[in-house]
């Protein structure tokens, strides 16, 4: 029951980031696999599919691009070159500023997801 109802709810965010941004089911179905397997709960993987969605359009970035900043996104997280502490050792400032066009919440999500 518990996994039909995390499953319900993955496909639920798919579907309302589908009518949303207008981004393929492939490259959602990719984004909330990918969020799900950073944040490990229904409610992170939404958050942080959001930001990325949001991102993506702020941007323009085509399915292509999208599936491959998803795609880097996660295996820099796995690797560990993404982490809270290397943000703020190695260039907080020169990230912070990259995304200062971005609404406030984003850069705390981006920055928080990267713990």
Same mark, same amino acid.
């Given at each position: 029951m518990v996994i039909k109802k995390l499953n319900d709810s993955l496909v639920d965010n798919i /579907? +309302?980031?589908r009518e949303e941004s207008g981004y393929s089911i492939? %490259?959602? *179905?990719?984004? %909330?696999k990918k969020t799900y397997g950073l944040t490990g709960s229904a409610d992170g993987a939404k958050k942080l599919s959001d930001a990325f $969605?949001?991102? @993506?359009?702020a941007t323009g970035k085509s399915d292509d691009a999208m599936q491959n900043i998803i795609t880097k996104f996660t295996q820099? +997280? =796995?690797s560990g070159e993404i982490t809270s502490g290397s943000i703020t050792k190695n260039g /907080?400032?020169?990230?912070? @500023?990259?995304?200062?066009?971005?609404?406030?919440?984003? $850069? *705390?999500? =981006?920055?928080n997801s990267t713990n």
């Open positions: /579907k +309302n980031l492939d %490259t959602l *179905s990719l984004l %909330t $969605v949001n991102l @993506g359009r820099m +997280n =796995a /907080k400032k020169r990230y912070l @500023g990259s995304l200062k066009h971005y609404p406030r919440q984003w $850069v *705390s999500l =981006a920055i």
